[in-house]
C-alpha cells in the first residue's frame, strides 16, 4: 500500500486549466502503475488517464487525450494531470490511484475540480 495525497483542484471557469498533483508516501513509487479517476456529481468513478511506470499513457477518450495529460517523476515520487481547456462536464472528485498487482491498490483522498460556465 502506498499513501497518495492529491492537491490542485479547485474552481475554475470554463477554458481555463488547472494542474493536479498526487504526492506518494513510499521511495517505491516507481513500481507502480499510476491513473486519475473522476466522479462527476450522479455519476460513477471513472478513468480518466494512466501511466505506466515507465512513462506510457493511456486516456479514457479522445476528447479527454486532446485536453488533458497525465505525468510522472519517479524521484519526487509525484503523478500530475494537467487539465487544458475545461469543460463544466470536467467537474467531479478526481482521485489518484496506484495500481502494483494488477489491481487499483491504493487510492487518496480525492480533490474537487469544478468548472463553471
Known amino acids: 500500500q502506498v499513501q497518495l495525497v492529491e492537491s490542485g483542484g479547485g474552481l475554475v471557469q470554463a477554458g481555463g486549466s488547472l494542474r493536479l498533483s498526487c504526492l506518494a508516501s513510499e521511495p517505491t513509487f516507481g513500481d507502480y502503475i499510476m491513473g486519475w479517476f473522476r466522479q462527476p456529481p450522479g455519476k460513477e468513478r471513472e478513468l480518466v488517464a494512466s501511466?505506466?511506470?515507465?512513462?506510457?499513457?493511456?486516456y479514457s477518450a479522445d476528447s479527454v487525450k486532446g485536453r488533458f495529460t497525465i505525468s510522472r517523476d519517479n524521484v519526487r515520487n509525484t503523478v500530475w494531470l494537467q487539465m487544458n481547456s475545461l469543460k463544466p462536464e470536467d467537474t467531479a472528485i478526481y482521485y489518484c490511484?496506484?495500481?502494483?498487482?494488477?489491481?487499483?491498490?491504493?487510492w487518496g483522498q480525492g480533490t474537487q475540480v469544478t468548472v463553471s460556465s
Open positions: 490511484a496506484a495500481q502494483w498487482g494488477g489491481n487499483w491498490d491504493s
Open positions: 501511466i505506466s511506470k515507465t512513462g506510457a499513457t493511456r
